[in-house]
């Protein structure tokens, strides 16, 4: 079965988890758990700033951020980096012990830290061309980028009240 991108790359999802027969996204409710938070967080972190960038330029210059293109890390614990500083997080993750985060969102701070600590990858450092990952603590990268759209309206359809029926959080959309 094969396993799609939404929105952003990183997080992969079973095409037929997500969407039915039509291709159409399925209700949420009806989606397995961990499959829905992963949706719903990145319908809420879609159009958010690389945080990588937002390390450097902060508030005060959001504008010089570039928006995020790639999702790594657990809800609520993501990483969220545009292509230029995703280098930056795969050479943390590889060689200087991000790995031990895998699947807890520590990972996010950690990262902060080392980034905010002037941690980067070398020069020419291309680790997205051979990603060597266990799917679920580190997802590669693919392809598509199209699909939201469709997800950020069914979302709109949800209101509050659902949301909280399905145990999902909306409240902590902050990077
Ligand atoms: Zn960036």
């Not at 990183?10 to 997500?18: A, C, L, R």
């Not at 993501?78 to 795969?90: G, I, S, T, Y």
Request: proline residues 5%; glycine residues 10%; aromatic residues 8%.
């Amino acid at each position: 079965m094969a396993k799609v991108n939404i929105g952003l790359r990183g997080w992969k999802f079973e095409e037929k988890d997500v969407f039915d027969e039509d291709g159409d996204l399925r209700p949420l409710g009806t989606m397995p758990p961990e499959t829905r938070q992963r949706i719903v967080r990145l319908a809420s972190t879609f159009g958010e700033p690389c945080q990588a960038c937002w390390l450097i330029h902060g508030d005060e210059e959001i504008e010089r951020c570039n928006v995020a293109r790639v999702v790594y890390g657990e809800p609520l614990g993501e990483v969220l980096v545009c292509a230029d500083h995703e280098a930056d997080f795969l050479y943390w993750f590889r060689e200087e012990g991000g790995r031990e985060y895998a699947g807890e969102t520590d990972l996010q701070n950690a990262f902060h830290d080392w980034f905010a600590d002037g941690g980067r990858a070398p020069e020419g450092y291309g680790g997205v061309d051979h990603v060597d990952t266990d799917p679920d603590s580190l997802p590669d990268a693919g392809e598509h980028a199209d699909e939201l759209p469709t997800l950020e309206e069914e979302l709109e359809k949800l209101d509050d009240e659902d949301l909280d029926e399905l145990g999902v959080d909306l409240s902590d959309l902050d990077v």
